[in-house]
């Protein structure tokens, strides 16, 4: 059975800011540099916070050769349930995130710290759980008829290992969160490799690869190979409003001048090459709308012209992608998974295949009427930290992550 999404509570912080597309306000160079060849600033396309067009043109990013499983693990199938999690992106610095601001309360139930991050990933990793991609779980096959169905490929795993996605909804970097404790964007180090940038609490720019949830996994990845089936990381589920990965790459239906194109157009140079390397170290996209829409009311044509606008400003960036996440965990049509609505088929005939909500469980199910893969996914949040212990132990336990530096909401355990 679905189970119950838990509707307008998830990442409603998402949608909170708006679209005020006209405050993108420059940041002062230079840096704290990390490692690597010096970046330098000049040269054409350069945006005016620290980007990847500001590499040297002469630094290629190093190769990324996975390493496990190797050619004596032995691989056996795996039956079971392949486990579906997903995060926001993580609060840098919590002393901002929790210090009352009009954003406290949704970035306590949405979002995890870094300090709760890191230890999920370890006790995740410690469960025996490995990373796999959704687009290595699900296929579309042509049944006995020649009609176009998904299918849930045999996942071949090393023994005692357990299929886990992960996915990172809204890795925009919202205006609000560049005031509200978290990073402000991927950035490509001098060294090639991601790194994120933004201001600390003291006003102080910082490169870093322990503030955001990337560069993080990105690390643990590296530090412990086997908990990656093949080099795969995870999902990035993105919308549109306010750009992507932090470059301000949308249009705006306010602005139509030469100067904003012209600063959007840097932009989009600027974020390329970031989303070039994310896909070369085990990166994926996914569609979670373009304006971070409630697909559980918005009319049919609401929901065809934001796909329209996804398509344009971000698909255009980051490539084609079969996912679709629900803003809210809304469900296009409502809540029945096994009936097909008007705007369902409308986006699976644009390509989408896995519809992913949110749930309980890592619910999943295959339409039989069309080839599609309806799906839940939990939730690592401070909802479920507070209130849902039990049902997360299988990951980590919420008494031992949970980051002390969170207002006193109150637990159930
Ligand atoms: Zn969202």
Redesign the pocket.
Known sequence: MASVTIGLS??VA??LSGCAVGSMAPYPVPVVLPPGPPISFSGPGVSDTPSATALPRHVQPPPYIPTYPDADTELVPFIGVVENLFF?PVVAYPQVAFNGNEKTRGIDENMVTVSEFNKMLQSIYENGYILVSWNDVWSEHTDPRGEKRMQRNELLLPEGKKPIVLNF??VNYYEYMLETGFTHKLILGGDGEIWSWGIDPRGKEVISQDLDAITILDKFVKEHPDFSMNGVKGCI?L?GYEGILGYRTQTSKDNNSSAFEARRQNEIEAVKPVIARLKQTGWYFAS?TWG?IDLGRAPIESVMQDASRWENEVASLVGPTMIFVY??GARLDGADVSRTGPALKYMQSLGFRVFASVGRESFSKMKTDISAVMCDRMHADGTTLRTSRKNYLKFYDAEQVFDHARPDYGTTW
């Open positions: 998830v990442c998402c949608a926001h909804d809204d589920n919308t979670h971070h803003p809210f």
